[in-house]
């Protein structure tokens, strides 16, 4: 009978630290969903905040460089649509979400440079500190994946991309810093895409929609 008790009190303590540690990561994942999406809003208000004090000339030459410029972010393999990301594991977005982030760590410092002169949406020196804490999140997600398994990713040992790519194309000012502000917003979206999918991947949910 003790043993009996004893065995039941093991299973039941088990049963609780499963618990507190699925809950522990639903709120890491709701944390990192959250942080992107404000990344993203405000690339998007960052970006249009510059476009708003373009000349009408220099906004229609602009529209037709991004559609066919390369990002920092392009060299890193991910899913390239909807189909794609929905059919990828979620231990794989969420590697891919840490290299996209990760891929921002020195860019993000040029950030105030491209909008300094017209951002009225925040302090975009705060945004390499965001990137920082969300990177964190995203590592903490990955080992809980691993559940103890060594990490056989071998992108995670590639080398990153120029951290001064944005300011070594030659391209002007101008040019440079719609780059730069395009791309941003166009990684956030795709990182705020892979955490939402993981997120549901994580709830055993089959109609994970984008």
Not at 199 to 206: A, H, M, P, T, V
């Amino acid at each position: 009978m003790a043993r009996a008790l004893v065995l039941l009190s093991v299973v039941l303590v088990s049963l609780l630290v499963n618990q507190g540690t699925a809950s522990e990561n639903q709120r890491l994942f709701n944390n990192a969903v959250i942080r992107v999406q404000h990344l993203h809003q405000l690339a998007a208000e960052m970006i249009n905040d510059f476009e708003d004090n373009l000349l009408p000339e220099e906004r229609r030459q602009l529209s037709k460089i991004f559609p066919l410029s390369f990002c920092n972010s392009d060299s890193i393999e991910a899913p390239t649509g909807k189909d794609e990301t929905q059919k990828s594991s979620m231990l794989k977005l969420l590697r891919i979400s840490f290299r996209l982030i990760e891929s921002w760590e020195f860019p993000s410092q040029t950030l105030s440079g491209a909008v300094s002169n017209s951002l009225t949406v925040g302090n975009p020196n705060q945004i390499t500190e965001k990137l920082a804490d969300l990177k964190v999140g995203i590592s903490v997600l990955v080992k809980g994946c691993l559940d103890g398994q060594p990490n056989m990713d071998d992108n995670d040992s590639l080398p990153l991309p120029f951290e001064d790519f944005y300011l070594t194309m030659g391209e002007s000012s101008l040019r440079e810093s719609f780059r730069l502000l395009a791309c941003f917003k166009k990684d956030m979206h795709k990182v705020e895409t892979y955490l939402r999918v993981a997120n549901c991947r994580r709830s055993l949910d089959s109609n994970c929609t984008l």
